[in-house]
T-cell receptor
Framework: GENVEQHPSTLSVQEGDSAVIKCTYS??????FPWYKQELGKGPQLIID?????GEKKDQRIAVTLNKTAKHFSLHITETQPEDSAVYFC?????????????FGKGTMLLVSP | DADVTQTPRNRITKTGKRIMLECSQT?????MYWYRQDPGLGLRLIYY???????NKGEISDGYSVSRQAQAKFSLSLESAIPNQTALYFC??????????FGPGTRLLVL
């Protein structure tokens, strides 16, 4: 089955700096890559996703890049703010005929210091 | 009101006891999932259901069972709880798209 590796496990940055979280996946047939943010005491929430027919996607301060050849995708957060502090999870799946499940990475705890 | 609710939010039980965690959703989604979260291990899929008559095992189903009582309800049972089932449990839902919507979680402690 699919295996998703996520790095780093923890990341500390100063407010205003950029943060990058990286994931690799094992199944070359995977074609959907979402990122979830989990705030303390809450369930994960989708913040951005990308499909395999796109190399990059941006939403305000958040961007995701995908390198299908290397089976690697990354989350980029610019101009970090304290409210960005949370655990971030990457995931991968094969959206084939609608029957698929997500395989999650182990998560990255991001701490943004004022 | 929250779209995905889980009860209880916190539960302490003893080894060998049977417990049930419940999930309800008002999003009208066909698909429901149960995940377990452990520190450093991320989210691991326990069971999932793509419609009321469909139940599938996930990555770590041993020691767990589920019941899909209705489109809106999906319950997770631990028939005989053991300490290494101490974890944070999440229910999630989705429609035919890919986005999963998570509940607030149930924190379970097995003594």
């Amino acid at each position: 089955g699919e295996n998703v590796e996520q790095h780093p496990s923890t990341l500390s940055v100063q407010e205003g700096d950029s943060a990058v979280i990286k994931c690799t996946y094992s199944d070359s047939a995977s074609n959907y890559f979402p990122w979830y943010k989990q705030e303390l005491g809450k369930g994960p929430q989708l913040i951005i996703d990308i499909r395999s027919n796109v190399g990059e996607k941006k939403d305000q301060r958040i961007a995701v890049t995908l390198n299908k050849t290397a089976k690697h995708f990354s989350l980029h957060i610019t101009e970090t703010q304290p409210e960005d502090s949370a655990v971030y999870f990457c995931a991968a799946s094969k959206m084939n005929s609608g029957y698929s499940t997500l395989t999650f990475g182990k998560g990255t705890m991001l701490l943004v210091s004022p | 009101d929250a779209d995905v609710t889980q009860t209880p939010r916190n539960r302490i039980t003893k080894t060998g006891k049977r417990i049930m965690l419940e999930c309800s959703q008002t999003k009208g989604h066909d698909r429901m999932y149960w995940y377990r979260q452990d520190p450093g291990l991320g989210l691991r899929l326990i069971y999932y259901s793509f419609d009321v008559k469909d139940i599938n095992k996930g990555e770590i189903s041993d020691g767990y069972s589920v019941s899909r009582q209705a489109q809106a309800k999906f319950s997770l049972s631990l028939e005989s709880a053991i300490p290494n089932q101490t974890a944070l449990y999440f229910c999630a839902t989705s429609d035919w798209g890919e986005t999963q919507y998570f509940g607030p979680g149930t924190r379970l402690l097995v003594l």
